[in-house]
């Protein structure tokens, strides 16, 4: 067995097993394999072992891999920085955006969609650590943003994402978490509809699945670790 076939059976297993300890079906959380910096060879191994859902941080990259790999039918999705120049590109081949932060740029990505495609589906971003240099909006102004984007014709808004900053307390990991879970139901409450909680990594999975994570994106554990 290839060690990404290996590992990408582990991290289902921790899936799994954080699945059942939260009471949740295994099915309700969605792995995006995270393959930034991988090649594609990367990519078609994970494929081979059953994987559908991929993640990229750079657009000029993940374009590459998108079009070489477009026989495939993978689902892709963007989760880097939003530059307003790449808005077209990201538009234009990728399927869920989830680092949306701002009203500027959600309404360049609809712009973009072409109308023979699905509408692009999306998260916003949230600052939940309150960092300074975090990208996300911050929790004050989401409910603008998101009556911003839900008015957009070519996105669908599906979710909210967050990356809280990495810490072994596992306590504080569940209190962000927790957090970005209160936000999308309070949103819900005052009539949006969304369905995922893009949150969770290699090292804090578990935390994420317990307080709600629909998604989650894992690079590490699955390629290894990144040289760049
Ligand atoms: C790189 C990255 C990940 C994956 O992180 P790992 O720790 O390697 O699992 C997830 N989400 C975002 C936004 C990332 O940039």
Request: hydrophobic share 40%; charged share 25%; glycine share 8%.
């Amino acid at each position: 067995m290839s060690s990404i076939t290996a590992n990408l059976q582990a991290v289902r297993e921790r899936i799994e097993s954080a699945a059942r300890a939260a009471g949740r079906p295994a099915q309700s959380v969605r792995l995006v394999a995270v393959s930034k910096t991988f090649a594609s060879a990367a990519v078609r191994e994970a494929e081979q072992a059953g994987q559908r859902d991929f993640g990229e941080n750079y657009v000029t990259e993940g374009v590459d891999k998108i079009d070489e790999l477009r026989s495939l039918g993978l689902t892709w999705h963007y989760i880097g920085p939003i530059q307003s120049n790449k808005t077209r590109s990201i538009a234009g081949y990728f399927d869920w955006v989830h680092s949306l932060d701002r009203a500027k740029i959600a309404a360049r990505l609809s712009e973009a969609r072409r109308p023979g495609q699905a509408e692009l589906q999306v998260c916003i971003q949230v600052n939940v650590s309150g960092e300074a240099t975090k990208s996300g909006v911050a929790p004050g102004d989401l409910a603008t943003l998101a009556t911003q984007v839900a008015m957009l014709p070519r996105l669908k808004l599906r979710g909210l994402m967050a990356i809280p900053e990495p810490t072994p307390d596992e306590k504080l990991q569940r209190a962000r978490f927790a957090q970005l879970h209160e936000l999308r139901e309070r949103l819900n409450r005052e009539g949006f509809s969304m369905d995922t909680l893009s949150m969770g990594m290699s090292a804090d999975l578990e935390a994420a699945i317990a307080e709600g994570a629909t998604m989650v994106r894992v690079g590490t554990a699955i390629f290894g670790e990144r040289r760049s």
